[in-house]
């Protein structure tokens, strides 16, 4: 049994802040690639930050870089997502991802369609004007 449960959405003004917790069970979210995706209502799922096996490997996308860090806490065996100076087109439901027994970072896209990818339930980030 493995799942992924993602917390920590809410709503903020441009310029605000908020870390999101993404909390693995059924297997160990250190022991592999971890990843954070959003989506906006009607719009495909794209790729926000990654983390590797150990925290050892960091990866973001150009729109969040500098602005969001993505941490691994294996004691509590969560990921997080530090979103700092937040703007409106943040504003999507935020989900973690990862595939489990394997180990390395696959692209963003090879995990959307991979068959063995889990997901969370999605946490809503709202960021207004």
């Known amino acids: 049994q493995v799942q992924l449960v993602e917390s920590g959405g809410g709503s903020v003004q441009t310029g605000g802040s908020l870390r999101l917790t993404c909390t693995a069970s059924?297997?160990?979210?250190?022991?592999?690639?971890m990843a954070w995706f959003r989506q906006i209502p009607d719009k495909e799922r794209v790729g926000v930050a990654k983390?590797?096996?150990?925290?050892?490997?960091?990866y973001y996308v150009n729109d969040v870089r500098g602005r969001f860090t993505v941490s691994l806490d294996s004691a509590k065996n969560a990921v997080y997502l530090d979103m700092n100076n937040l703007k409106p087109e943040d504003t999507a439901m935020y989900y973690c991802?990862?595939?489990?027994?394997?180990?390395?970072?696959?692209?963003?896209?090879?995990?959307?369609?991979?068959?063995?990818?889990?997901w969370g339930q999605g946490t809503q980030v709202t960021v207004s004007s």
């Open positions: 983390i590797g096996a150990g925290g050892d490997e960091l």
């Open positions: 991802a990862s595939i489990p027994r394997v180990r390395v970072c696959l692209p963003f896209g090879s995990m959307e369609i991979h068959k063995d990818t889990v």
């Open positions: 059924g297997y160990n979210s250190s022991a592999g690639c």
